[in-house]
């Protein structure tokens, strides 16, 4: 059984499993009344919520309870995981992987971004208030950051390009391009080049093809 509201465009080659919802309309929106695209070649498991409102690019994939309200932007290639969470007006880019229980709400995210299962992006500062909308929002991940599982991002921060979030880490301030943080609150540790792969299979971590290639493998093995 689904349930696949009126003006709901899903490309080619869609893999929709049964007890998904497609094209729930958002509080005060009746049926129909604003649209739901999802490119090509998604797959949409057991018990996904998807709401009217968003765009979703090619070769897009859930796993099981995911949930994804209006006015998100997500680009191609992209995982939400098992129960995870995307609440309002997230821009997410290409080739990003998001795990299960994540959580994010007004947070923009570029390409080739990774995060580990639990990581939670908050957006508010304090209470609600009724300026929320002009106030500080959701944090911004710039390309090829990864976040390690259970990090909590606070608001408005900026996690520079090709940085790394150790699993736990409360980050409280900017995060500088290519470094590692860890910590409650977050602190710089060192540099990426620093890096060393433990096992001895790469001369340094990451230093393998990007991750949408990595993707695309894996695909070839869905469900």
Known sequence: ????????????????????????????KSPGELPLRIGE????????????GTEIGNNFQTGKGASIRENNKIGNNVVVG?????????????????HSLCFLEYTTIYDNVFMGPGVIFTDDPHPPCPKYEECVKGA?????????????????VVIGENALIGAGSVITKDVPANTVVAGVPAKVIKNIDELECFKGFFKKPYDWPP?????????????
């Open 1 to 28: 059984m689904k349930k696949i509201y009126p003006n709901v465009e899903i490309g080619k080659g869609a893999m929709l499993f049964d007890f998904i919802v497609l094209g729930m309309p958002p509080r005060e």
């Open 140 to 156: 911004t991940v710039k390309k090829l950051a990864k976040i390690g599982a259970g990090s909590i991002i606070l608001p408005g």
């Open 82 to 98: 098992t129960n995870a969470v995307l609440e309002h007006k997230n821009i997410i880019g290409n080739n990003v992987r998001i």
């Open 41 to 52: 070649n998604a797959t949409i498991r057991p018990f996904s919520i998807i709401y009217a």
């Open 211 to 223: 991750y949408n290639e990595h993707l695309k493998k894996l695909r070839r093995k869905r469900p």
